[in-house]
């Protein structure tokens, strides 16, 4: 709530002894100190102060601040409020004769803007946000509140907003990428996904987190493995299981989860001893193939086990050796007189090594 008393920590005057508006916008030259302070309001701020415009230069931050906001919302035209009762009268009358609806918080954010105006639009911003309710709450706990904070929130669908999902420090870049991932899902799955989406986002713990969400949303159900547990070998089903495997064998697991929704991939795991990791790729001339296994930290699976590893992965159906992209590779690589033929186990190494 706006305080009752004054920036200027006076009284605010009678009925008998308000100050009049002021209509007429005027222009005035200001000096080199207001047109720092003031930004582009400076012109409109000394046809009201005239020079040395102390009376404004003066004032507190957060009164200045609320003068330029006012004359942001003026789009150009007089104010409603004269010279004096910008100055004089309660925050609190001067928002409700400036604004429409002056949103809940804004005093205190005025309070925590610098000493500098800001642009127009951001202002505007300010005002969207502050409207959106939990936004609100998130423009709160800043200790200085700058304007790239401010556009990247408003940036942000508002079931974002009410999320509070914008409350990670986020650029306006990540914001813009946010906003259109979310408009994508609501597009393709409609507005209830889309909600929901906004819920799961909002739990994550940090930005890092906030993405992978993202992305999840983009293919959120998870296909049917296409091979069954057999044997040693059994299918991570789920992303919380991969996710699980991923830190347990202190590997990149996690990254391939996009291609795995997709349908692109599938990750295994053999029980051995040892236990080995691995991701079969769908393959146009060999269907699903084996593109590499790993034991814990990536490390290269033994000579030794690599027989009884293959020997489970083709009796499940999956091809292990030479793949449509080697293949590829070599035709493009044949024309050179000193290219050399390798047979069509080449290569297999190269799936159980880092």
Aim: hydrophobic share 45%; charged share 20%.
């Amino acid at each position: 709530m706006f305080a009752l008393k004054t920036a200027r920590n006076r009284a605010p005057p009678s009925p008998a002894t308000a100050v009049p508006v002021a209509p007429v916008a005027k222009i005035g030259s200001p000096t080199p100190l207001l047109s720092h302070i003031a930004g582009e309001f400076a012109a409109r701020v000394a046809g009201l102060w005239p020079a040395p415009h102390a009376a404004f230069v003066t004032a507190p931050a957060e009164r200045r601040h609320l003068v330029c906001l006012a004359f942001a919302q003026a789009r150009g035209a007089g104010l409603p409020v004269s010279a004096a009762g910008l100055l004089d009268l309660p925050a609190k009358e001067v928002a409700a004769r400036c604004l429409p609806a002056p949103p809940e918080g804004l005093r205190r954010a005025l309070a925590r803007m610098g000493e500098t105006a800001w642009a127009a639009e951001d202002y505007e911003r300010l005002i969207y946000v502050l409207g959106q309710g939990a936004a609100a709450k998130q423009l709160r706990h800043a200790e200085l509140l700058e304007p790239e904070r401010v556009r990247a929130l408003a940036a942000l669908p508002t079931p974002l907003l009410k999320a509070r999902v914008g409350g990670f420090g986020l650029t306006l870049s990540q914001a813009r990428l946010l906003s259109e991932v979310h408009g994508l899902v609501q597009g393709r799955f409609g507005h209830e996904a889309a909600g929901e989406a906004a819920l799961r986002w909002s739990g994550a713990r940090n930005a890092a987190g906030l993405f992978e969400l993202a992305e999840e949303s983009l293919s959120p159900g998870m296909p049917e493995p296409p091979f069954r547990e057999t044997g040693r070998l059994r299918p991570l089903r789920t992303r919380a299981e991969i996710r699980e495997t991923a830190a347990r064998f202190r590997n990149c697991l996690r990254t391939r989860i996009a291609a795995v929704a997709e349908g692109d991939s599938a990750i295994y795991l053999w029980s051995g001893p040892p236990e080995v990791v691995m991701e079969i790729r769908r393959d146009a001339m060999f269907g699903w193939t084996l593109d590499q296994a790993r034991l814990f930290r990536n490390a290269s699976v033994p000579a030794a086990v690599r027989p009884a590893v293959i020997a489970d992965l083709r009796a499940m159906g999956v091809h292990v050796g030479r793949t449509s992209w080697s293949l590829r590779h070599a035709l493009d690589a044949a024309p050179a007189p000193a290219w050399e033929y390798t047979g069509p186990e080449h290569g297999i190494e190269w799936l159980f090594e880092d």
